[in-house]
């Protein structure tokens, strides 16, 4: 509507316009001057009762809705109906009582709207009406206070754990572009390509560690200009059920449609819940429509969670998928070094080593060992830690990865020792540097394995058993009469004996 429209409906008396007149004159201003998700959470739901003469009743939800509206929206609701009905109009409110209380399906009560503005703790109180919501909650609305929001003023508790930041988040090949990521993330809430984010990897790779990471990152740099939240998606379905239990399903999804970074930690558990997922579904849209950041964390890709409606899977592909693979070698010991450099205690490099050769699957796993071993130095005050005393220490933590070494292992590690090819051990190839090491792995795979001399030989070519013993021979000559030989020979051994734990 054009202004001329607009002045020409302001001039007219208040008997010549209805209820839904008024309102409607009301709302096209309201409209222009807020976010526009802001106006259709929280003004397009309303309904005009009537009007009578300077005083416009307009029904809401509830009375939730009531203060909320009167706590954020009261300036420029005031404003605009003396803009439409001039000095001296007013709101007043009918309160559909929520079911739970009802005698009758439609009973309501009225509210005046309030004589003076409500106190602000902010002094800026334009920014509040431009925004349309609080990060505050009511610790009496329900068990769990960060659930739903009233209007109190108090902050949103982001529930992260403050030692989870890039600076203890080890980068390597496995993380490198989840990792750079999450902190241009950090940098740019909301307002990046990367919306949403979606981690995804195995048990104990760090996908909590990197996402909480994030809201760190933003408290840090941008303090309370956001609001963060995280919560696993266990959490946030049973604080959901427990909102329609209580008749408070349209509270819980505004206070979630107003956080500004909202984490939800392993996603695939919304698995096969319907009701949940529709309600993500809905708080999901209201978010990304309005420029918050949403990130998600899954032990899978988006397209292999199962159960999950396919309309939620095409949101998650928005943005970043971004996995956590297993640690390299290299990540694993460096992490290792990092977290003895943290308590303050060094260990041999072959203890790392050692470690990192056993605990391949899980960075918990790798923090699970070291802790052991500092709380066994601290407890029994053990001043130096040698190899075959954590060997002891972790001996229960490694039983059960402890594999069976075969003669292909031995070979190939052997060569990776000599840095050949493994196969060259298998052709006929005279060469110094390939009869070495096709000797030693002979000698290697007799005193580790419980294999024949004829099964050694098959794996070497097809050679018979008198080449092995040869071989062994050789080997075993060599041992007596060269020490730097026999360091040789112990270094690839304890390659093997790692390898097998």
Same mark, same amino acid.
Request: with cysteine; aromatic share 10%.
């Given at each position: 509507?054009?202004?001329?429209?607009?002045?020409? =409906?302001?001039?007219?008396? %208040?008997?010549?316009?209805?209820?839904?007149?008024?309102?409607?004159?009301?709302?096209?201003?309201?409209? @222009?001057?807020?976010?526009?998700?802001?106006?259709?959470?929280?003004?397009h739901?309303?309904?005009?009762?009537?009007? @009578?003469?300077?005083?416009?009743?307009?029904?809401?939800?509830?009375?939730?809705?009531?203060?909320?509206?009167?706590?954020?929206?009261? &300036?420029?609701?005031?404003? %605009?109906?003396?803009?439409?009905?001039?000095?001296?109009?007013?709101?007043?409110?009918?309160?559909?009582?929520?079911?739970?209380?009802?005698?009758?399906?439609? $009973?309501? #009560?009225?509210?005046?709207? =309030?004589?003076?503005?409500?106190?602000? &703790?902010?002094?800026?109180?334009?920014?509040?009406?431009?925004?349309?919501?609080?990060?505050?909650?009511? !610790?009496?609305?329900?068990?769990?206070?960060?659930?739903?929001?009233?209007?109190?003023?108090?902050?949103?508790?982001?529930n992260?754990?403050?030692?989870?930041?890039?600076?203890?988040?080890?980068?390597?090949?496995?993380?490198?572009?989840a990792?750079?990521? !999450?902190?241009?993330?950090?940098? &740019?809430?909301?307002?990046?390509?990367?919306n949403?984010?979606?981690?995804?990897?195995? #048990?104990? /790779?760090?996908?909590?560690?990197? #996402?909480?990471?994030?809201?760190?990152?933003?408290?840090?740099?941008?303090?309370?200009?956001?609001?963060? $939240?995280?919560?696993?998606?266990?959490?946030?379905?049973?604080?959901?059920?427990?909102?329609? =239990? &209580?008749?408070?399903?349209?509270?819980?999804?505004?206070?979630?449609?107003?956080?500004?970074?909202?984490?939800?930690?392993?996603?695939?558990?919304?698995?096969?819940?319907?009701?949940?997922?529709?309600?993500?579904?809905?708080?999901?849209?209201?978010?990304?429509?309005?420029?918050?950041?949403?990130?998600? %964390?899954?032990?899978?890709?988006?397209?292999?969670?199962?159960?999950?409606?396919?309309?939620?899977?095409?949101?998650?592909?928005?943005?970043?998928?971004?996995?956590?693979?297993?640690?390299?070698?290299?990540?694993?010991?460096?992490? /290792?070094?990092?977290?003895?450099?943290?308590?303050?205690?060094?260990?041999?490099?072959?203890?790392f080593?050692?470690? +990192?050769?056993?605990?391949?699957?899980?960075?918990?796993?790798?923090?699970?060992?070291i802790?052991?071993?500092?709380?066994?130095?601290?407890l029994?005050?053990? @001043?130096?830690?040698?190899?075959?005393?954590?060997k002891?220490? /972790?001996?229960?933590?490694?039983?059960? %990865?402890?594999?069976?070494?075969?003669?292909?292992?031995?070979?190939?590690? #052997?060569?990776?020792?000599?840095?050949?090819?493994?196969?060259?051990?298998?052709?006929?190839?005279?060469?110094?540097?390939?009869v070495?090491?096709?000797?030693?792995?002979?000698?290697?795979?007799?005193?580790?394995?419980?294999?024949?001399l004829?099964?050694?030989?098959?794996?070497?070519?097809?050679?018979?058993?008198?080449?092995?013993?040869? !071989?062994?021979?050789?080997?075993?000559?060599?041992?007596?009469?060269?020490?730097?030989?026999?360091?040789?020979?112990? @270094?690839?051994?304890?390659r093997?004996?790692? +390898?097998?734990?």
């Open positions: 509507m054009v202004e001329a429209e607009k002045s020409q =409906r302001n001039s007219l008396s %208040t008997e010549n316009l209805s209820a839904a007149e008024a309102w409607a004159s009301c709302l096209e201003i309201i409209r @222009d001057n807020i976010n526009y998700q802001k106006y259709k959470s929280w003004f739901p309303i309904k005009p009762v009537a009007l @009578d003469q300077k005083t416009l009743t307009i029904q809401v939800p509830s009375q939730f809705w009531y203060e909320w509206l009167e706590e954020h929206y009261y &300036n420029i609701m005031r404003s %605009t109906i003396t803009k439409i009905l001039g000095e001296g109009a007013r709101f007043e409110y009918s309160i559909v009582l929520e079911k739970a209380e009802q005698e009758h399906q439609d $009973l309501a #009560v009225r509210m005046p709207q =309030r004589s003076s503005p409500p106190v602000q &703790n902010s002094s800026d109180q334009n920014e509040q009406v431009q925004n349309g919501y609080d990060t505050s909650y009511s !610790a009496d609305s329900i068990r769990n206070p960060f659930v739903i929001p009233g209007i109190k003023k108090s902050k949103i508790e982001p992260l754990n403050e030692n989870y930041v890039f600076s203890q988040f080890i980068e390597g090949d496995c993380n490198r572009l990792r750079s990521a !999450a902190i241009a993330i950090a940098e &740019n809430p909301g307002k990046n390509s990367f949403p984010f979606f981690v995804y990897g195995g #048990v104990g /790779l760090g996908k909590t560690h990197l #996402v909480q990471s994030i809201g760190n990152k933003i408290r840090q740099d941008y303090g309370d200009k956001f609001s963060i $939240l995280y919560i696993s998606s266990d959490q946030f379905t049973n604080e959901f059920v427990h909102s329609i =239990r &209580n008749n408070r399903a349209r509270e819980f999804s505004m206070f979630y449609r107003n956080i500004d970074v909202l984490i939800v930690d392993d996603i695939q558990f919304f698995s096969g819940k319907e009701k949940t997922q529709e309600e993500f579904f809905h708080i999901f849209n209201a978010l990304h429509q309005d420029g918050k950041q949403i990130i998600l %964390t899954s032990d899978r890709a988006p397209k292999d969670v199962p159960d999950i409606e396919e309309r939620l899977i095409s949101r998650f592909n928005w943005g970043l998928s971004a996995d956590l693979q297993i640690p390299d070698y290299e990540t694993r010991y460096a992490i /290792l070094e990092k977290k003895s450099l943290e308590n303050g205690i060094e260990f041999d490099g072959e203890i080593e050692f470690i +990192a050769h056993n605990f391949k699957s899980s960075i918990r796993d790798l923090q699970g060992a802790i052991k071993l500092l709380a066994t130095a601290s029994q005050k053990i @001043d130096n830690i040698d190899l075959p005393m954590a002891r220490i /972790l001996k229960d933590l490694i039983k059960e %990865t402890k594999k069976h070494i075969s003669i292909d292992d031995i070979q190939r590690l #052997v060569c990776d020792y000599f840095g050949i090819d493994p196969n060259k051990v298998r052709e006929k190839t005279r060469k110094q540097e390939v070495e090491a096709r000797q030693i792995a002979m000698y290697l795979s007799k005193t580790m394995t419980k294999s024949s004829k099964t050694i030989g098959l794996h070497f070519g097809g050679r018979d058993h008198s080449t092995v013993i040869h !071989a062994i021979s050789s080997v075993e000559d060599r041992l007596e009469t060269s020490p730097k030989f026999d360091q040789v020979i112990k @270094d690839i051994q304890q093997v004996e790692l +390898a097998s734990m």
